[in-house]
């Protein structure tokens, strides 16, 4: 609609032009109730004005009839709005099932991705066209604000959790990126571009970075290094619940309720074991606060993601040894060792 205007972002997403309707919407209805208010302001003043200098006024007592109309439609009104607005918000706040996903880390002050197969980038970062794409975010030390105006997206990055935003992605090419927290002396410079690129180009440049293999590479290693799997072996003679198959699914906790395995309690799990326990465990493991940076968690999230059957999205292709898709059943975790 205004694309080309310095005033007003592209509209790159499949989000965008829904997101700028219903903004349209609600500056035409403004504008529409501003000017009729001040117009009939402006027209009751002249047309009722005072003539003569000992005039009073008529005493007019309620009208139904007008009161009932001007309640029940704005009524309608703001139903609408706010009928419409949940149903964007439901959108930009539901990711699909499949999304190619890259993690986010703020810090002051810069933003980092990783892609899941290892390539990382500072203040820039290369997406697809046509793909809806995950990004998961934390912060490292106060809270930021991931904000790509021509994807009308927006979300805080929240250091101690993982927030998601999502979007696919509609033209190819650049876009400004911006933090929109204030977040400390140079908050301003904590700026950058979204490079939206053809499938194709996409995988070509993704595949030029993976330099230091991929991120769940790496998190094994550091599950490895860090001991992590002298407690969490694959059988289930470890003192640590079995890792295999876990993400995604739902757990007994010691002490009644149960919890989603999820980014955020993967993460709890290591800087705060003791926080919410699986049923059956002793809580002997200890924390990992200050020993594991957030990029090593990020590592190990993808790590215990990878050792797991979800359905792989394209990037993430876990190693041949994981079982298929339909013997993700908790009954194959004893006969794991064979596995990986
Ligand atoms: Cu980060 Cu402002």
């Known amino acids: 609609m205004w694309t080309g205007s310095p005033l007003f972002p592209e509209t790159a997403s499949t989000m965008a032009s829904r997101v700028d309707a219903l903004y349209f919407f609600l500056v035409a209805l403004s504008a529409f109730f501003s000017l009729l208010i001040a117009g009939l302001i402006v027209f009751y003043a002249i047309k009722f004005h005072r003539r003569e200098a000992d005039q009073v006024g008529a005493r007019i007592h309620g009208g139904l009839v007008l009161e009932i109309t001007w309640s ?5 009104i ?9 149903s964007v918000f439901f ?6 099932d499949e999304t190619h996903n890259i993690y986010v880390v703020g810090k002051q002050w810069m933003w980092k991705f990783q892609h899941l197969n290892g390539a990382r980038e500072i203040n ?5 066209v046509g793909r809806a794409v995950k990004l998961i975010m934390t912060s490292e030390d106060v809270i930021h604000d991931l904000f790509v105006p021509a994807f009308r997206v927006k979300a805080d990055v929240l250091p101690g959790r993982y927030t998601h935003m999502w979007f696919e992605a509609t033209k190819a090419g650049e876009y400004h990126l911006f933090c929109a927290e204030y977040c400390g002396t140079k908050h301003s410079g904590m700026i950058g571009r979204v490079v939206a690129m053809e499938p194709s180009d996409f995988e070509t440049w993704l595949s030029s970075g993976q330099a230091e293999g991929s991120l769940a590479s790496a998190g094994g290693k550091l599950f490895a290094d860090l001991a992590c799997n002298t407690c969490h072996r694959p059988d289930i003679q470890g003192r640590g619940p079995v890792l295999q198959n876990l993400f995604g699914r739902t757990v007994p906790l010691e002490g009644g309720g149960s919890a989603i395995v999820d980014e955020a309690y993967i993460r709890e799990s290591i800087v705060d074991p003791q926080a919410r326990i699986t049923a059956g465990f002793q809580p002997t493991m200890p924390t990992y606060q200050g020993l594991v940076s957030e990029q090593g968690l990020l590592e190990l999230i993808e790590y215990v993601k990878s050792i797991g059957t979800q359905p792989a999205s ?5 190693g041949a040894a ?13 006969q794991a060792p064979g596995q990986r």
């Open 124 to 128: 820039e970062l290369h997406v697809p």
């Open 322 to 334: 994981a079982p298929g898709p339909g013997e993700s059943t908790p009954a194959r975790d004893g």
């Open 78 to 86: 703001v139903i609408g709005i706010f009928l419409w607005g949940a």
């Open 91 to 96: 959108a930009m706040s539901r990711p699909p």
């Open 72 to 76: 029940v439609i704005p009524l309608f």
């Open 314 to 318: 394209p990037m993430m292709r876990p």
